[in-house]
């Protein structure tokens, strides 16, 4: 234990005296939580909506006040009126507007009679966000329109009733078990990879191979190091992250222990992982460009940003194997979904596993002479 414990020492030490390498690898994911939680995640508000009114009468004014409750309260939209329905669908095509309301001749009288309404939605679908939340809500808007003033005591129509499990959990929310991954990841690729590769390059390895130093207390102790940097870099995002996500469950005692023995798991399959692929590499430019290939290959299918079952068949089978997938669904259970050790321990078996077996692997294929 003796020789690992000073070449973590000597990690650590160097980490104490430059720490901002590793400062700038948690600042990444963490603009990634900010700025893709608020981009991504939230709701449309404030679209602009133009509305061309040819009827003018009573049910065109009433739909003209249902636009002023929904932008009042939801504001969803504002609605802007036009003369003629040219330059309305001129404005959706330039952009100066988010879609167009069109409501025909003799409206109000086909309303009334009960002849088969009709309500014109000009939209530019390029943006498929904005089109489909102004249909979603103009569809909402007309199926209210659509209710009878006096309701039926016995519904003959089939209802669906849904029951959510968890208050309405933001983007970011959901955002940032994938955020905290990466964090950890980042962490482990420099200190796994990076620095491991550049100090093996400057002939820092050659001290330690001219010692008594066995192969394992090496790559043990160098994992070690690594491992700490990771979980710091983890425990940082989780609570800061959690701060600007609002989410108090990683400061219950219960969560926040099996929080971090997710870390630490999580932590070893991390830079066991890196460690293994570049145990053999010689030219530190590797692993620079190693980072961006693990990072799409890794991150993405892991469903940190969307569902794992919306990818296809063959990413399905990189997730399956992705350590980044299941510390992703272990964050996800315990800050979400309240869960705990016991909720996540098919994670935690993986990564153990994982960790152990690349770190094994990697003892073996380490070469003990220059």
């Known amino acids: 234990m003796k020789p690992m414990m000073a070449i973590v020492e000597r990690e650590m030490r160097k980490f104490a005296r ?9 600042t990444l994911p963490l603009v990634q939580l900010i700025i893709l939680g608020n981009a991504l995640g939230g709701k449309v508000t404030g679209a602009v909506l133009g509305v061309v009114d040819y009827d003018g009468r009573s049910q065109a004014v009433r739909l003209q006040e249902a636009f002023d409750s929904v932008a009042a309260n939801k504001r969803t939209f504002v609605t802007v ?11 959706v095509r330039t952009g100066k507007l988010d879609g167009a309301v069109i409501i025909p001749r003799q409206y109000s009288r086909r309303v009334l009679a009960r002849d088969s309404p009709t309500l014109g939605l000009v939209l530019d679908n390029t943006d498929e966000v904005m089109s489909d939340s102004l249909q979603a809500e103009m569809q909402s808007l007309v199926d209210a329109l659509n209710a009878p003033v006096i309701q039926q005591r016995l519904n003959p129509q089939i209802e669906l009733k849904t029951v959510e499990l968890y208050p309405y959990v933001e983007y970011m929310k959901f955002l940032l078990p994938g955020s905290a991954a990466l964090a950890m990841y980042v962490a482990a690729l420099i200190s796994g990879g990076m620095l491991y590769v550049d100090d093996k390059a400057s002939g820092v390895h050659e001290g330690f191979l001219a010692t008594p130093i066995t192969k394992a207390e090496l790559v043990l102790g160098l994992n070690l190091a690594g491992i700490i940097k990771s979980i710091f870099a983890g425990i940082c995002l989780t609570a800061i992250g959690s701060l600007f996500a609002g989410i108090g469950a990683v400061f219950h005692v219960m969560s ?3 929080i971090l023995v997710l870390l630490i798991a999580s932590s070893i399959a991390f830079n066991g992982m890196m460690f293994l692929l570049t145990v053999r590499v010689e030219d530190p430019v590797t692993p620079r460009a190693l980072f961006g290939v693990l990072n799409t290959l890794l991150f993405f299918p892991s469903g940190a940003i969307s569902p794992i079952a919306s990818l296809p068949r063959w990413l399905r089978i990189v997730a399956a194997v992705d350590p980044l997938t299941y510390a992703v669904h272990g964050v996800r259970a315990i800050l979400l979904k309240d869960g705990n050790l016991g909720t996540i321990w098919m994670d935690l078996l993986f990564l153990f596993g994982f960790g152990g077996a690349t770190l094994a692997m990697g003892i073996f294929l380490f070469k003990r002479t220059l």
């Open 18 to 26: 430059s720490p901002t390498l590793m400062m700038l690898s948690m």
């Open 81 to 91: 009126p036009y003369e003629n329905e040219e330059t309305a669908r001129k404005e």
């Open 256 to 258: 926040a222990v099996s």
